[in-house]
């Protein structure tokens, strides 16, 4: 006979309250926030926060496309960072300030002093302050250990969740609330975006420049964010959702009351540097870079790997460091990367026993693509949308190189969309030097406006298909029906060297 062991409240509760007591002595380490002034809870050494840094910083930066090689814009960046890091309240810690290849508007902190920004928030911002004001806001996260806190909470969040299981007996509880706790920590908190702004402004002034740049922006990335809302087919008011996965959640309002927290810093002449900004910026790659490749319209041209494909019509495409992604309705998908050839292994081979390896794979056939060896096969999986088709491609483009095609679709669509895949499969092809030295990226082009133009004369000069005039006032910074004065200068966006 087995004996059940019956449950006793009282007993767990003891053991709670035991628990607590061992963890008030560890918890009660509090640190100074360097920053703040207050109390802070961290379980991790500014030295642990330095070494995070030191092991990260190359894995982001591999993963946004690399570093600008614009050695001028470059050090232009890094001097605006280092004005405001010698404003800050740690001015002695090693400041690291990288200009990411990547034409996302976004900018990061990570510990240890490494402070990172894209190509394509430059390319949005529209004088030295505001970039100044992002700068300064990543600062203030680094300044005020936000990485240290979040490591720290999410150790305590476990430990509370374990004290409220043991208290209650019930591990679904216990569950529930590691998942609440869990939700919380992901991305800087409210309070924390709050109060890098805070801390971010008192920087800004310290250093002599305009506070306001930081408002400003923050309505130039928010027009911005709801043209890419527009062009994603989401309705503008999604880019307004504010929630506990939310990495920024800030809105023009609270920086505002932001300003007002960090106390009056008298600034006199306080630096706003448009015009020195956008000379620096003039030229300056806009979009995808060579090196990424290009995404026009349809087409997706590499003007250094020297290849193309088309994608099929109402397929958008998305270009990425790592891969190039065509959505399309339905929930149909194309996939596009590039591997290694494993030695000397034919498409077949590397198809069956190395990319598709442990899959039952339909449908198996040696292909040529332009001239190219190939495979091609189909496999059935289950994913999040449902039982799903997938139409692998694999393409020899040199004697080391692998082009892989993945096509993603929905069974009941499968038959309708086979033919626009077929297409798109032998759409690819390499491309001589000469037609390759054809395809140029698009860049910032500074021009000077002339007495009768307007918005919608200037965004007509646009490379873009789709919102011209929307996005040519979110790119300058220009509100809904802000007219124009001649001799403003104002971003344009031009193909050529």
């Known amino acids: 006979m087995r004996m059940r062991m019956r449950s006793n409240p009282r007993g767990r509760a003891v053991s709670a309250l035991a628990l607590l007591a061992v963890l008030v002595p560890w918890i009660a380490g509090c640190a100074t926030n360097p920053a703040t002034g207050g109390q802070m809870l961290s379980f991790m050494s500014a030295e642990e926060e330095q070494k995070i840094g030191d092991t990260e910083h190359p894995k982001l930066v591999a993963a946004f496309g690399g570093e600008v090689t614009d050695r001028d814009l470059v050090r232009y960046v890094d001097s605006v960072g280092q004005l405001l890091a010698r404003a800050s309240d740690l001015p002695n810690l090693k400041y690291t300030f990288t200009l ?34 992002v700068l300064a806001h990543e600062i203030g996260h680094v ?36 998942s609440g706790a869990g ?101 300056m790659i806009y979009g995808d870079s060579p090196s990424h490749g290009f995404a026009r319209g349809r087409d997706f041209l590499h003007p250094e790997l020297r290849f193309r494909f088309r994608v099929p019509e109402r397929f958008e495409l998305a270009n990425g460091p790592q891969r190039v992604i065509a959505k399309g309705p339905d929930n149909a998908l194309i996939v596009f990367d590039g591997a290694k050839r494993p030695g000397t292994r034919s498409m077949y081979d590397y ?44 393409i020899q483009g040199s004697a080391t190189q692998i082009w892989r095609m993945m096509f993603l679709s929905p069974t009941a669509k499968t038959q309708g969309l086979s033919q626009a895949f077929r297409e798109t499969t032998y759409s690819f092809r390499n491309v001589s030097a000469s037609e390759a030295a054809t395809w140029k990226p698009w860049r910032i082009r500074l021009h000077q406006v002339r007495a009768g133009e ?17 996005r040519f006032r979110a790119l300058n910074g220009l509100g809904a029906g802000e007219a124009l004065r001649p001799g403003q200068t104002v971003k344009l966006v031009a193909a050529g060297n």
């Open 454 to 470: 307007t918005a919608e004369s200037l965004a007509a000069r646009l490379p873009f298909e789709k919102l011209k005039v929307e």
């Open 143 to 178: 300044t005020a250990r936000h990485s240290a806190q979040r490591y720290s909470q999410s150790v305590l969040a476990q430990v509370g969740v374990g004290i409220v299981g043991i208290l209650t007996g019930s591990r679904e509880l216990a569950n529930l609330a590691g």
């Open 100 to 133: 990411l290849d990547s034409d996302m508007v976004n900018a990061f902190a990570l510990p240890g002093g490494y402070v990172h920004v894209s190509r394509g928030l430059l390319a949005l911002a529209n004088s030295e302050a505001e970039l100044a004001g």
């Open 351 to 394: 198809m069956i026993n190395v990319w598709a390896k442990g899959l039952r794979v339909d449908n198996r056939e040696e292909v040529t693509i332009n001239g190219l060896p190939a495979a091609t096969g189909t496999v059935r999986a289950r994913t999040n949308q449902g039982t799903m088709d997938l139409r692998l491609v694999a």
């Open 183 to 283: 939700l919380y920590l992901r991305g800087y908190s409210r309070d924390q975006e709050f109060q890098a702004d805070t801390l971010g402004v008192r920087y800004l002034k310290r250093a002599g420049f305009d506070a306001r740049a930081m408002s400003s922006f923050l309505a130039s990335l928010r027009a911005h964010s709801q043209v890419e809302a527009q062009l994603q087919g989401l309705p503008p008011g999604k880019i307004d959702e504010r929630d506990l996965m939310a990495t920024h959640p800030r809105t023009v309002e609270r920086v505002e009351r932001a300003a007002e927290a960090a106390g009056n810093i008298p600034v006199a002449n306080p630096i706003v540097g448009r015009d020195v900004y956008l000379r620096k910026i003039d030229g």
